[in-house]
């Protein structure tokens, strides 16, 4: 019985970690040569246009967001207090919030708020990410054939991004880091229930 609870475990892991692409060298710049000129584009999409960002983004957010139904069955059949799976979206902000993604994209508008707010995305993108050892600094380079190579000390990644928008058009804040917060607390109930994540191969 509990295989399928831990099944949507690792769904949202894996949905979580689709938004971000590790290998590089699979993102080739478009490479241009003529009477001995050489030229590059690189957006790093990856050929996935506007329509399938969002759906990668939708379903990071829809599996972190109605995590909340399979928690509460968990709990009605091991015996964990039901009550503790509304109490964390109460308490935590970037869960509300991304619970309020999710029913937004839905419904195609918000019915009911979690978070007192009317949020929405917008400027969904993919981007590249550096980050640099301490001390030390990281680059990217282009071989001749537009493959991506990262140099120095770091790594490089391609990470799905949006800004998370109020109604009205002031900025709440990056969807990453609202849905990083929602995780953390779906964790900190799994850990309140002394589950161990260790199950979920990431």
């Known amino acids: 019985m509990n295989e399928e609870f831990w099944t949507r475990i690792r769904r949202l892991y894996a949905a979580l970690d689709s938004l971000t692409e590790f290998d590089i060298s699979l993102l080739k710049a478009q490479v241009f040569e003529s009477s001995g000129s050489w030229g590059v584009f690189q957006d790093f999409s990856g050929g996935m246009g506007p329509e399938q960002l969002t759906n990668v ?24 207090p039901v009550s503790d799976v509304e109490a964390t979206v109460d308490e935590s902000e970037g869960l509300q919030i991304v619970v309020d993604l999710s029913n937004w994209d839905k ?33 990217l380079t282009l071989n001749r054939d537009g493959t991506p190579r990262v140099v120095g000390s770091g790594s490089a990644s391609a990470v ?8 009205g058009g002031a900025k709440l804040g990056e969807v990453e880091t609202f849905l990083n917060a929602a995780l ?18 990431r």
């Not at 983004?57 to 972190?64: F, H, K, L, P």
């Open 57 to 80: 983004m939708q379903s990071a957010i829809y599996n972190v967001a109605h995590l909340k139904d399979p928690l509460k069955r968990y709990a009605e059949r091991n015996g964990k």
């Open 107 to 139: 419904h195609g508008e918000l019915r009911r708020s979690r978070s007192g707010k009317s949020p929405y995305l917008t400027n969904i993108n993919r981007v590249l990410r550096l980050v640099a050892q301490s001390g030390r600094g990281v680059g």
């Open 160 to 167: 799905i991004v949006a800004d998370v928008i109020e109604t």
């Open 184 to 201: 953390a607390a779906w964790e900190s109930l799994l850990s309140k229930w002394e589950l161990d994540l260790m199950l979920v191969q």
